[in-house]
């Protein structure tokens, strides 16, 4: 699939696939879905699910955040940005963009992971701009919901970080290049517990008080990255939404294994529920086969 190109307010140009609905005939519509990556993932390895769920009647807006998979220039010293750009700048303009595309629709954020995250903080500070939200393994990442070791491993990224002037993830096992601010970021969260953007401003009052509906995703093989306590105590901050939670497991799913990434290779049957969810959020409705 060619790319669009959406340009940020700051002149960051981001490149997003969108996949379009079936054709249905039926005037009601099912919402719009935008999709952000984990942290030095890409967008292209979420295109099989974009794929199935535009098959049931959602558009669907597989976005690269600045700097992420197609919307260079990747990362390095002297090129940065942290999650609050992401939230703040990137987020506005790929919602503007679907928008105008498909005018009246209602609109989901998705995220994997960081890019879940990401949705949150957005959804957050923007109170009533977004229908729902879908979360896909994202975790409350504070070391003590993990191994104690992870402790070591927010501690060396942000020193390679502030060393390097980025993260050299595509070096180091992570993917590609992440930038400075964004790892200090995360790492910050996994140190302290504390959720602060990328200004220091605490996000958790923001996050007591969205109220909107919220799915979030955890498979019970995701041992390492994303277990099931930290996603738990992730979907715990936010008291006020209408939190839907699923812990799955390979087997309820037909697949031989879902994890953090393997769910997205091929998983039907988690993304029909996951349209069937979708087409819960009010004033939405299922398009029909």
Same mark, same amino acid.
């Given at each position: 699939? =060619?790319?669009?190109?959406?340009?940020?307010?700051?002149?960051?140009?981001?490149?997003?696939?969108?996949? =379009?609905?079936?054709?249905?005939?039926?005037?009601?519509?099912?919402?719009?879905?935008?999709?952000? *990556?984990?942290?030095?993932?890409?967008?292209?390895?979420?295109?099989?699910?974009?794929?199935?769920?535009?098959?049931?009647?959602?558009?669907?807006?597989?976005?690269?955040?600045?700097?992420?998979?197609?919307?260079?220039?990747?990362?390095?010293?002297?090129?940065?940005?942290?999650?609050?750009?992401?939230? =703040?700048?990137?987020?506005?303009?790929?919602?503007?963009?679907?928008?105008?595309?498909? *005018?009246?629709?209602?609109?989901?954020?998705?995220? !994997?992971?960081?890019?879940?995250?990401?949705?949150?903080?957005?959804?957050?500070?923007?109170?009533?701009?977004?229908?729902?939200?879908?979360?896909?393994?994202?975790?409350?990442?504070?070391?003590?919901?993990?191994?104690?070791?992870?402790?070591?491993?927010?501690?060396?990224?942000?020193?390679?970080?502030?060393?390097?002037?980025?993260?050299?993830?595509?070096?180091?096992?992570?993917?590609?290049?992440?930038?400075?601010?964004?790892?200090?970021?995360?790492?910050?969260?996994?140190?302290?517990?504390?959720?602060?953007?990328?200004?220091?401003?605490?996000?958790?009052?923001?996050?007591?008080?969205?109220?909107? *509906?919220?799915?979030?995703?955890?498979?019970?093989?995701?041992?390492?990255?994303?277990?099931?306590?930290?996603?738990?105590?992730?979907?715990?901050?936010?008291?006020?939404?209408?939190? !839907?939670?699923?812990?799955?497991? *390979?087997? =309820?799913?037909?697949?031989?294994?879902?994890? !953090?990434?393997?769910?997205?290779?091929?998983?039907?049957?988690?993304?029909?529920?996951?349209?069937?969810?979708?087409?819960?959020?009010?004033?939405?409705?299922?398009?029909?086969?």
């Amino acid at each position: 699939m =060619e790319p669009e190109y959406v340009t940020t307010d700051d002149g960051w140009s981001l490149g997003v696939r969108c996949f =379009e609905p079936a054709e249905t005939g039926n005037t009601a519509e099912a919402p719009a879905l935008i999709l952000l *990556p984990a942290m030095g993932a890409h967008g292209g390895i979420y295109l099989r699910m974009a794929a199935h769920l535009a098959g049931k009647g959602h558009p669907v807006a597989v976005t690269d955040p600045r700097g992420v998979g197609i919307s260079e220039p990747a990362p390095k010293r002297g090129i940065d940005y942290g999650v609050s750009e992401h939230a =703040e700048r990137d987020i506005p303009a790929v919602l503007d963009w679907i928008r105008a595309r498909h *005018p009246g629709r209602r609109v989901v954020l998705g995220g !994997h992971s960081l890019g879940g995250h990401l949705s949150a903080i957005y959804a957050a500070r923007n109170a009533g701009s977004v229908d729902g939200l879908v979360f896909l393994t994202v975790s409350h990442v504070h070391y003590r919901n993990f191994s104690p070791l992870s402790l070591l491993v927010f501690a060396g990224f942000s020193g390679l970080s502030r060393l390097m002037g980025y993260l050299p993830g595509h070096r180091i096992g992570w993917g590609s290049p992440i930038a400075r601010q964004v790892v200090l970021d995360w790492a910050g969260w996994g140190i302290s517990g504390r959720w602060r953007d990328s200004r220091g401003e605490d996000m958790i009052p923001l996050f007591a008080d969205l109220d909107l *509906p919220l799915l979030s995703i955890s498979f019970a093989d995701d041992l390492r990255l994303s277990p099931k306590i930290a996603v738990d105590r992730f979907a715990e901050l936010f008291p006020a939404a209408d939190v !839907h939670r699923w812990h799955l497991s *390979p087997e =309820e799913l037909d697949v031989a294994k879902a994890g !953090h990434f393997d769910h997205l290779r091929g998983c039907p049957v988690l993304w029909d529920r996951i349209s069937n969810w979708l087409c819960t959020v009010p004033g939405a409705q299922p398009a029909t086969d």
